[in-house]
Nanobody, 124 residues
Framework: EVQLVESGGGLVQAGGSLRLTCAAS????????IGWFRQAPGKEREGVSC????????YYSHPVKGRFTISSDNAKNTVYLQMNRLKPEDTAVYYC?????????????????WGQGTKVTVSS
């Protein structure tokens, strides 16, 4: 079993930055990828970014590419999401999730372990 805990959300003005943290515990060797997903009010949850723990390959959704950066510190079992040039449309609850399947990408159906979420609000 894997437990994931997000932190770092908050209120920021448009154009600002936030760094989200996802701390993993438990049987982390079972996790091949960590992904960040978000759900805005009234919208479905969508993939944001993910990182493959074996080789560091990263993926980004189109709306965040060039503004967000995902990274990992395997020694600390922690994944970060650096969010720059934030926009009001980035407002959402952000979740990190773990997948024990290869090639998960941003397909949230392949992620079995989920954190409780951290809220990000970007004011205009």
């Amino acid at each position: 079993e894997v437990q994931l805990v997000e932190s770092g959300g908050g209120l920021v003005q448009a154009g600002g930055s936030l760094r989200l943290t996802c701390a993993a515990s438990g049987v982390t060797s079972d996790v091949y990828a960590i992904g960040w997903f978000r759900q805005a009010p009234g919208k479905e949850r969508e993939g944001v970014s993910c990182i493959d723990s074996s080789d560091g390959t990263t993926y980004y959704s189109h709306p965040v590419k060039g503004r967000f950066t995902i990274s990992s510190d395997n020694a600390k079992n922690t994944v970060y999401l650096q969010m720059n040039r934030l926009k009001p449309e980035d407002t959402a609850v952000y979740y990190c999730a773990g997948s024990d399947r290869l090639g998960s990408g941003l397909d949230q159906r392949k992620y079995d372990y989920w954190g409780q979420g951290t809220k990000v609000t970007v004011s205009s």
